[in-house]
């Protein structure tokens, strides 16, 4: 099944609720600005930072950029080679999609579960839950990447979350895999959510943790005015950058401020060694300077296994948040 909606997009990344000019609050949706409400907390405390788009919320900690576009579509800038960016980033998203799978069978088990990836890209999740005997589909809103997906057997509804899905479709687990970062209101995404769940229904949420490692060496070089690292994380440039960067504490607050229990988190994988390559140049020619940081990444990579994750998955059920559970459940790390 096939239908479409809207323009072209970013494969994978940046399904999003932001065709309407007013979020769940009724204030404008677009870039970040000081002083703006967090979507986590509730606080007008959205602060300025460096560079001059990174914000931060003085109240929770989130972290916000105002990268994103006033609609929440696309940003005409950035120039990808896709079939690099799709060979870099394969073994890692179907190593992570497995860990993702294992944390729901756990829950619920998967075989018969009508499963929803939001922003499917090339259809790998989908793929990998299917394997499992689950009813899998995705919705995303690149139309060329949609119809190879669909050309392949896999079902996909092309457009954006949740306003492109068929009417009255309901889902016993909704899937964002590296896709929330990039929306910009998210409250209204997980709202319709929760709409969109059935009783005993899951959302599965894969983002990159401002917990770990490379975060938070990042953060500390660009305060030392080496911004590059930190550029690279949030995806500046990109058509479809990061908007928001969670760990576990503002994703909980944000989850249990639309109505969403936390139930369990797991440690994911940043980086694989086959497909490294092709990431580092999916954006830029091969150099001296790529080709050391190559070396460099090989050799942290084991180091990386030992210190926090920079990239994790946060399971939640819709019901009242338990506010004895701040701390959350074991992650255990990645094989
Ligand atoms: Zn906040």
């Known amino acids: 099944m096939i239908s479409r909606h809207g323009p072209p997009a970013e494969p994978g990344a940046p399904a999003s609720v932001g ?68 060979a870099g980033l394969k073994p890692l998203r179907e190593r992570n999609n497995e860990t993702v799978l294992d944390a729901i069978a756990g829950i619920r088990g998967i075989r018969g579960l009508r499963i929803l990836d939001v922003g499917s890209g090339h259809g790998w999740f989908v793929d990998a839950a299917a394997r499992r005997g689950a009813e899998a589909e995705g919705i995303e809103p690149d139309p060329g990447v949609a119809a190879r997906a669909v050309e392949s057997g896999r079902t996909v509804t092309v457009g954006y979350f949740p306003e492109a899905l068929p009417e009255g479709a309901t889902y016993d687990v909704i899937c964002f895999n590296d896709v929330l970062e990039h929306i910009v209101d998210v409250g209204s995404a997980l709202a319709a959510c929760r709409e969109r769940l059935r009783p005993g229904g899951l959302l599965a949420v894969s983002v990159p943790d401002a917990d770990g490692t490379l975060f938070r060496a990042a953060s500390l070089l660009r305060l030392a005015g080496w911004t590059g690292p930190w550029e690279r994380l949030w995806q500046a440039g990109y058509p479809s950058p990061h908007v928001s960067y969670f760990d576990e504490t503002t994703l909980r607050r944000l989850a249990a401020g639309s109505g969403f229990a936390f139930v369990t988190s797991r440690s994911l994988a940043t980086l694989t060694l086959r497909g490294l390559w092709q990431r580092l140049h999916m954006d830029r020619p091969v150099s001296p300077a790529s080709c050391l940081l190559a070396a460099a990444l090989v050799v942290a990579r084991i180091l990386l296994l030992a210190l926090p994750a920079d990239q994790s998955l946060f399971v939640f059920r819709p019901g009242a948040a338990d506010p004895a559970t701040p701390g959350g459940a074991d992650r255990p790390a990645p094989a």
């Open 19 to 86: 065709r309407s000019a007013t979020g769940r609050s009724g204030r404008a949706v677009g870039p970040a600005a000081a002083g703006d409400r967090c979507p986590a907390c509730g606080e007008d405390a959205l602060k300025g930072s460096r560079p001059e788009w990174t914000l931060r919320c003085g109240s929770c900690g989130l972290w916000r950029s105002s990268l994103g576009s006033r609609d929440g579509r696309l940003l005409d800038q950035g120039c990808l080679d896709e079939g690099r960016r799709a």
